[in-house]
């Protein structure tokens, strides 16, 4: 059974481009594109891992990743913040909230999908 993956991001290109790669990587992979979206998927869907936008519509990302934290299955999930707000402050906010990554954009395709990899690696 595949590991499951919600992406959630506004940007559509960003979104498309992210579920592709995931998708060749062999997880199955739903799209949300703003906060309230997104908590009703992660509801039905259960992912392992939410790569989660920050700047988004309705709900932002900061508030969605508290939600799912405080969630039944919400230790076990796996978050990775994506945001254009770098700063060490926005970082600092986004890890005590439960982030278990957060990634500056503009980011590599690739070298997100590894980090994914290592995140959803059984540990040893």
């Known amino acids: 059974m595949p590991q499951r993956i919600l ?4 940007e559509p290109n960003i979104a498309a481009s992210l579920e ?3 998708q060749r990587g062999g997880y199955e992979v739903r799209v949300a594109h703003d906060g ?3 908590l009703a998927e992660a509801g039905r869907f259960d992912p392992q891992l ?22 039944p299955s ?8 994506l ?3 770098g700063r060490d402050v ?8 439960g982030a278990d990554l957060y990634v500056t954009k503009p980011f ?17």
């Open 83 to 85: 945001t254009a707000r």
């Open 20 to 22: 592709f790669l995931l």
């Open 74 to 81: 919400g230790r076990d999930v796996k978050i990775v913040m």
């Open 90 to 97: 926005d970082e600092q906010k986004g890890v005590a909230l």
């Open 36 to 38: 309230e979206e997104a």
């Open 50 to 71: 939410v790569l989660l936008d920050v700047m988004m519509p309705k709900l932002n990302g900061y508030e969605v990743c508290q939600r799912i934290r405080q969630g």
């Open 108 to 124: 590599s395709t690739r070298e997100l999908v590894a980090r994914v990899k290592e995140l959803l690696a059984p540990a040893s």
């Open 7 to 10: 992406i959630v991001d506004d």
